[in-house]
């Protein structure tokens, strides 16, 4: 948690520099009277791209086999944004991709080394984190528009891992690269839906390698 606390206290430090930088703006006259500060938050179906191999290469133990995995879920994304230019913004927020979850039967093999006993065996984890990155996009002022967005997701996931003697706790993280493309419709003058699809990379270079894919739905309200 100490990275996600570090990007999150960094990213509330510069929005009143964000703010001041729009208000100079206003008051030169070069850049437009619409409103460019932005809240946006909705829900997604998040599915991650996490294999049997990658469960028995992450959370095995040599003993696995008959492993299921559960890899659909739901998530929400919630965040604040400035526009540089009509066409150009910084935006950060926070993001849950929802549970990942699998299940394998251990043979018992590894139990002297400390591995699973024999049976069942459970993982149920829960990914979120903190983001920053840019937003391109076609002029607010259209009712419809596109946009891409890309940047930075500091990620950890937790959760736990059962067999039938004993449980444990654990925690991965890292922060990756994420990348999204969606279209907008205006609803009010200065409200909008987006949907959008977001490719989010998960790689901790050491047990996880996975990555996820979510499809949201947004309500964006810019003042």
Do not use: C
Not at 177 to 199: F, K
Request: glycine content about 10%; proline content about 3%.
């Amino acid at each position: 948690m100490k990275k996600l606390s570090i990007i999150t206290l960094a990213m509330v430090s510069l929005f009143p520099m964000l703010a001041e930088a729009d208000h100079l703006r206003r008051g030169s006259h070069t850049y437009r009277s619409e409103p460019s500060m932005y809240l946006f938050g909705g829900a997604s179906l998040s599915s991650y791209n996490f294999s049997r191999s990658d469960y028995r290469y992450s959370f095995g133990d040599g003993s696995l086999s008959d492993i299921t995995l559960d890899t659909e879920s739901t998530g929400v994304r919630i965040g604040m944004g400035f526009d540089f230019s009509p066409e150009l913004g910084l935006e950060f927020g926070y993001v849950s991709l929802g549970s990942l979850s699998g299940s394998a039967v251990s043979d018992g093999s590894q139990v002297l080394n400390d591995g699973f006993s024999a049976g069942r065996v459970n993982m149920d984890a829960d990914a979120d984190g903190v983001f920053v990155g840019l937003n391109v996009h076609t002029p607010h002022r259209e009712p419809v528009g596109m946009f891409a967005r890309f940047g930075l997701y500091s990620w950890e996931l937790e959760g736990t891992v059962e067999d039938s003697s004993r449980i444990g706790d654990f925690v991965v993280e890292g922060t990756d690269p994420y990348a999204g493309i969606g279209v907008r419709m205006s609803i009010a003058e200065n409200a909008a839906v987006t949907l959008t699809y977001d490719y989010y990379l998960l790689d901790d270079d050491e047990s996880i390698n996975m990555s996820a894919n979510t499809l949201s739905v947004d309500m964006v309200f810019r003042f």
